[in-house]
């Protein structure tokens, strides 16, 4: 039997509420990728352009520091890797994360909660910081719409065929 991750990134709370209801459908373990310096809400203001989070995504080489490298990604087969869409891509501290592990051989099923967005240019980006690992598409959901997906997470969790 595989074992199984639910690793997320959460700035407000609503990808964490996502990510707590994909590991209860799928049975796997939740690890929450932390910054090491905590983002403030002026950190996330996307209208100011020397936020924290502006700044860093306009900073290609950008790779904010973790708050621990805890994640127990050797013992898992499979990851379900979620993140809040930031500016039609995922934050810079994923790829931090992604490339402070060896996931070679394993799959990365990604998650993304959003204002409506979708994973945008995620794939694009993401599978340099993995080689050797494959990385599916997987769930996107409204931010708004979180609380009732429950049902909608469990059918996409049965229809991936990865058990």
């Known amino acids: 039997m595989s074992k199984t991750l639910v690793a997320f990134f959460s700035a407000s709370g609503t990808t964490k509420h996502a990510a707590e209801k994909l590991a209860a ?25 020397r936020s924290r989070s502006s700044l860093e995504r306009s900073d290609p080489s950008s790779r904010p520091e973790l708050a621990d490298k805890g994640a127990e990604i050797a013992a898992c087969d499979r990851i379900f890797l979620g993140f809040p869409i930031w500016w039609y891509t995922a934050p810079a501290i994923i790829r931090t994360f992604l490339e402070g592990y060896d996931f070679a051989g394993k799959t990365i099923v990604l998650f993304a909660t959003s204002g409506g967005s979708g994973f945008g240019r995620s794939l694009d980006k993401l599978p340099d910081s993995v080689p050797g690992a494959t990385i599916l598409e997987g769930f996107h ?9 429950s049902e909608e997470i469990a059918a996409w969790i049965d229809g991936l065929g990865l058990a």
């Open 25 to 49: 459908a799928a049975g796997g373990d939740l690890y929450e990728i932390r910054p090491a310096v905590p983002y403030t809400s002026a950190d996330l203001n996307w209208q100011d352009r």
């Open 141 to 149: 959901v409204s931010g708004s719409s979180v609380d009732g997906a």
